[in-house]
């Protein structure tokens, strides 16, 4: 994808976003307060993942060479989970760490760490863009999530990967999740990952396994990775809206 498509591309789907009313991500000001918006936001997403999927399409987010690489990855979120799980498996180096992957599947799974690194490996230097508004690149190796899913054996009715996290967030707690659909999650550079800059993942940006899902803001990246769910919805989960920041009104779709 040439930068010039790629800049087209953002501006155009920054106004179709824009027109759709659904580009605010965080406390919407006084239009949130008002009867109704709220509710207008959430009929106008659909569109807005439409839009997405249609300009995006299959393609690949774009790729950089090792000498763009940040000398510092800045971590995004929670830095240093202190649940008492986490707390445990920090302490061993995580050699007890279990990775389950669970729900609408014909066989539930559980990996350690060695069996997780000995799996085919993809590596790829791509660029983390927070919605914070800054970015950093760097050079991530995991499995592809869809080798996992079809180990698994998906069953019909799947639709939803939830990611469950080992970090409570925020001041008033409640654990990291967040949810992509399928065809996300069998997108080639959707990674469960154990490597940054050919190093085991530091803590501070997500060991012992965190998920890279390139064609998202960083919110959508979920970091201390504890289980993986697949289901047909998320509405049952936490706040309903498929994601921690989701159920503070972050946009779901989350792409870039």
Known sequence: ???SFEASRRRLLRGALAGAGVGVLTGCDALSRKPGF???LERAEPLSQSVQRFLSGD????EFPASMISPVFRPNGS???QTPEYLALKADDFAGFRLQLRGLVEQPLEFGLDAI???PTRTQITRHDCVEGWSVIGQWSGVPLAHLLRLARLKPGARYVVF????DYGNNGGR???SIDLNDAFHPQTLVAHTLNSAPLPIANGAPLRMRIERKL???QPKYLRTIEVVDSYAALQGGKGGYWEDRDYDWYGGI
């Open 1 to 3: 994808m040439t930068d």
């Open 38 to 40: 709220v509710d207008l």
């Open 59 to 62: 393609r690949l987010a774009r």
């Open 79 to 81: 830095v240093d989970p």
């Open 117 to 119: 690194r000995a799996m």
């Open 164 to 167: 469950h996290c080992f970090d």
């Open 176 to 178: 990291y999740y967040e």
């Open 218 to 220: 960083g919110y959508k």
